[in-house]
């Protein structure tokens, strides 16, 4: 919690000095690292975002539209440093994701290079997650982003899992499922974006879902100031 508190004070301190964003998405499930975490139950997402010269600090919730679902829901706070390192770019970032009816509180530091070559990315993430109640593993992440316009993008990843589960314990490691999803840009006014997006998940660790393919939907509105 006070690792929450902290980048949250972090966030207020870029307030005056970065560009913000702050906006909220619904989808009809909420899928995280291939885990689905709320059953077939929607999810709405409010987001608080601040950009300021390669530095990335936002504040989210994951919230259940219906009841019965209060201890997955959590509120995740996370701060990463882009640096172009020719012809990379290079990510490093630290995220806590705190869980207020749980004790399934968990942290991640993970790392990602990504080589642009025009509208297409390549992208590699190594990731080091672990809690209290949930076992340190890693994860690798290997995708490539697509922009296809400037408001319109997709992307495709997959996941070789090392045993981690946000819904507490661990699995098996091993490939874990393969992601895909697409979406654009509709400007409704001079700083208001309508976003929507469709994904595709298909699962190769039962542990992760036992559903074997999935696809869900989401709508992001966003206001920059």
């Known amino acids: ?44 997402a409010p987001q608080l975002n601040f950009k300021a010269a390669g530095l990335d600090v936002s504040a989210r919730g994951l919230l259940a539209t219906d009841s019965g679902y209060e201890k997955m829901q959590r509120w995740d706070a996370q701060v990463s440093y882009t640096q172009k390192v020719d012809p990379f770019e290079v990510t490093g970032g630290y995220g806590y994701y705190y869980l207020p009816d749980s004790d399934l509180d968990f942290q991640e530091m993970w790392a990602t290079l990504g080589l642009p070559l025009g509208r297409v990315t390549p992208r590699y ?65 001079e700083r208001l974006v309508l976003t929507p997006a469709v ?17 869900w939907y989401g709508v992001g509105l966003r206001y920059t100031f």
Not at 27 to 41: A, H, I, N, Q
Not at 141 to 164: H, P, S
Not at 199 to 215: F, I, K, S
């Open 1 to 44: 919690m006070k690792k929450l508190l902290f980048i949250v004070a972090v966030v207020a301190a870029l307030c005056a000095m970065a560009q913000g964003q702050i906006g909220v998405t619904y989808s009809d499930k909420v899928v995280w690292r291939g885990f689905e975490l709320f059953d077939e139950t929607d999810g709405v």
């Open 125 to 189: 993430t190594l990731v080091r997650a672990e809690g209290e109640a949930i076992e340190a593993a890693w994860l690798h992440v290997g995708g490539v982003d697509l922009r296809l316009t400037d408001e319109a993008r997709c992307f495709a990843e997959i996941t070789y899992n090392d045993g981690f589960s946000p819904l507490g314990g661990s699995i098996e490691s091993g490939w874990s499922h393969v992601l895909t999803g697409a979406s654009i840009d509709v400007r409704i006014a």
């Open 199 to 215: 994904y595709y998940q298909h699962t190769l660790e039962e542990a992760v879902n036992p559903e074997e393919d999935q696809v």
